[in-house]
């Protein structure tokens, strides 16, 4: 198997407070610069539609994703003033999710073990 079919990804969606987009906008951007040096993050993007937010994001294993959320926490807690969480998804191997499920649970994620697939 791959890197990334290993990969633990979190896969949040949010809904942005009316009005607030343009500073959703800059606490992404910040996100990201946070982001940016972290070896375990494979992957780390936003994207937008209407004013849903949805984070694509992916570590090298659970430990990488709870070290980025450490991280990330106090712009996240900014960004959480402006925007509502309306669903958080887990991808990876059952072995890996199971590490996570004790410090996400006050999030109630739906967790998606991995089954199969093409990495290039």
Same mark, same amino acid.
């Given at each position: ?5 290993? +990969?633990?990804?979190?896969? #949040? $969606? ?7 987009? &343009?500073? =959703?906008?800059?606490? @992404?951007?910040? @996100?990201?610069?946070? *982001? *940016? #040096? /972290?070896?375990?993050?494979? $992957?780390? !993007? ?10 694509? &994001? +992916? $570590?090298? !294993? +659970? /430990?990488?994703?709870? *070290? ?15 925007? !509502?969480? *309306?669903?958080? &998804?887990?991808?990876? #191997? =059952?072995?890996?999710?199971? %590490?996570? %499920?004790? #410090? ?6 739906? $967790?998606?073990?991995? /089954? ?5």
């Amino acid at each position: 198997m791959s890197e990334l079919s290993q +990969a633990v990804s979190i896969n #949040p $969606y949010f809904k942005v407070h009316e009005g607030q987009m &343009e500073k =959703a906008r800059g606490l @992404m951007r910040r @996100m990201v610069s946070n *982001t *940016t #040096p /972290e070896e375990a993050c494979l $992957y780390y !993007d936003f994207s937008i539609n209407g004013d849903e937010v949805f984070c694509r &994001e +992916a $570590y090298i !294993d +659970a /430990e990488g994703l709870l *070290t980025h959320i450490s991280r990330v926490q106090p712009i996240l807690e900014e960004f959480l003033q402006i925007a !509502d969480v *309306t669903r958080i &998804e887990l991808h990876g #191997p =059952a072995a890996e999710l199971e %590490k996570l %499920k004790g #410090p996400m649970a006050d999030l109630n994620p739906a $967790y998606f073990v991995h /089954e199969c697939g093409v990495v290039r």
